[in-house]
């Protein structure tokens, strides 16, 4: 299962509930990508006694790191014993989507985040199974059906839970949906859902200049603004 979502959305909360269901008839492993610190995997561990690891990607892009590292963490989560491999997300990059196939794709965000939130992460919602919205118990009815509108003009059909995450209210849908989440039958098949960016730039591989006359490859100028890449 794969858990992504913008920093500070309520994944770690939505996970907690997801291991305490899931606790009572699997074995659950976590796995944590970030950028710099982490410490869910250290918190769950000690709160759950499940197996976790964290990998930092550094200078990586971690999604980019997460790709990387999938197949290698669900072989891992299968040495440990565990029928269920979690892997969360660093939640920092919007286009390059985690979700792989054979694998169930949630992708949480706060409802405080603003009404048009969800126009601006299209990719990790229009590629994942489901939303969940966390924190709505701070918002309004008005602003909840604003926010639910905005994820249904990413993806029409996106199955949307509205949830106090600490609290679990309204998960009965998300645990269902776990119960029947497909089995992966082989490491060596799994494949990203959907297309990545474009390709390379010279400020991806570390060149410090600015202007795009002193880069090659991908390159965008000023009058290119409007020319973004949509993939699928």
């Known amino acids: 299962m794969v858990v992504a979502g913008p920093p500070s959305a309520g994944k770690t909360s939505v996970i907690r509930q997801m291991i305490r269901q899931l606790s009572e008839t699997e074995r659950v492993a ?10 869910e995997d250290e918190e769950l561990r000690e709160e759950f006694g499940i197996p976790t690891r964290k990998v930092y990607s550094g200078d990586m892009c971690p ?71 966390t924190k709505t118990d701070l918002i309004s009815q008005a602003e909840k059906e604003v926010f639910r509108e905005s994820i249904r003009r990413v993806s029409s059909d996106m199955d949307i839970i509205e949830t106090n995450a600490i609290q679990g209210t309204g998960m009965k849908y998300l ?21 990545p960016p474009l390709g390379v730039c010279t400020v991806c591989i570390g060149k410090k200049s600015v202007g795009w006359q002193n880069h090659f490859g991908v390159i965008r100028r000023l009058e290119d603004a409007d020319n973004i890449y949509h993939g699928e």
């Open 63 to 133: 999604d980019h790191m997460g790709i990387m590292v999938i197949q290698d963490a669900v072989q891992w989560a299968e040495s440990e014993g565990a029928s269920v491999l979690i892997y969360e997300s660093a939640g920092l990059c919007l286009r390059c989507t985690p979700y792989f196939t054979e694998s169930l794709g949630i992708c949480v965000m706060s409802a405080i985040s603003g009404t048009h939130a969800p126009l601006k992460m299209a990719p990790m919602i229009a590629l994942s199974d489901m939303c969940i919205v």
């Open 30 to 39: 976590y796995i944590k990508i970030d950028v710099v610190q982490a410490f």
């Open 175 to 195: 645990f269902r949906v776990m119960d029947s989440a497909p089995s992966i039958q082989s490491t060596e098949g799994l494949e990203l859902r959907g297309v």
